[in-house]
């Protein structure tokens, strides 16, 4: 599992990611030394969520299979769903409150007491039934 903040990826699918790259010419010559840009391709897997406000998380995933979605009470109002759109689909969460357990697995995550969420999503991408 991969953990970045609010968010852990549970499961990667196959597939690449286009990356940018600096490659030099390998001169010595300070005059003809030059830097070029291409874009490669890598395996690998990326989540984006932005929350937008009003209890929406929208998120946008690339060769995901599983994902996490961890919440604070500053982030959603608990007393309200949560919209969690992903890839374009949205899914309503309906009775999320926080945990006790789940703010010492997050904590657990990361080591880190600023970074505790007491409540989880976890989600399948692309394709995967909710």
């Known amino acids: 599992m991969e953990h970045n ?3 852990t990826l549970n499961e990667a699918t196959q597939g690449e990611l286009e990356y940018d790259e600096l490659v030099d010419n390998d001169s ?3 005059d003809t030394w030059r830097l ?7 395996r690998g897997a990326s989540i984006e969520a932005i929350s937008r406000g009003d209890n929406v998380i929208d998120v946008t995933t690339r060769n995901v299979g599983r994902f996490t979605v961890w919440l604070h009470p500053r982030m959603v109002d608990v007393n309200k769903p949560v919209t969690i759109v992903v890839d374009g689909r949205p899914r309503q969460i309906d009775g999320l409150q926080p945990s006790l357990l789940t703010a010492l697995d997050s904590y657990r995550r990361r080591r880190d007491w ?6 989880k999503v976890e989600l399948e991408a692309k394709g995967g039934s909710f």
């Open 36 to 42: 070029e840009h291409r874009k490669v391709y890598r």
């Open 5 to 7: 903040r609010w968010l």
């Open 28 to 30: 010595d010559d300070f």
């Open 114 to 119: 600023g970074l505790l969420y007491p409540m």
